[in-house]
C-alpha cells in the first residue's frame, strides 16, 4: 500500500504541478498577449498616420498643380493692350523652359501687334484636369474661355480654348514649361 500511496501521492503532486504551471503560463501569456496587441496596435497606428500623411500630401500636389496651371492659362488668356507689358511679365513669371524663352523673344512684336489693335482679352478657365503627374512634372488639360475685343471686333468675339499645359517644379513653384492648343 505505500508504493501505491506514494504513487498516488506523486500522481497527485505532478497533477497539482501541471495545473500551477499552467496557471503560470497562463498568467504570463495575458501580459505578453497584451503587450503584442499594444505593439501591433502601435504599430499600425503609425502606419496609417504615415499613410494619411502621404494622402494629404499629395493631394496638395496636385491642387498646387492644378492652380498654377488655371493661373497659367488664366494668364495666356487675358491680356490687355493698355497694360500689356505687366500681362505678358504675368505670363513669364509663370514659365520656364523653350515656353518662356519662345514667349519672351515674341513679346516685343505681340506689344505692337495688340496695341495696334487694342486688342483685349478676358479670360476664364472653366474646367481643369490633371492627366498624368510626378514629382517634377505634370501635364493637365484646360478648358477656358475669353471675350476678345479689337478695332476689328468692337462688341467681343467669344472663344473657347482646350490648351494642354506641361508643367515643371522648379524652385518650389510649379511653371509651365509648354502650352499646346488642342481639340
Known sequence: ????????????LRGLWSRATEAAVRGRAMPVSLATATVVTTVLAVWLGFQVQEQRAEEQRRQDILAAARQSALNFTSLDHRHYKQDSENVLKGATGDFKKEFAAQTAELTKLVAANKSVSEGQVLEAGITRADDSTARVLVVADSKVTNTASPEGQARTYRLQLDLVHEGGRWLTSNVEFVG
Do not use: H, P
Open 1 to 12: 500500500m505505500t508504493g501505491s500511496l506514494a504513487a498516488r501521492a506523486t500522481q497527485r
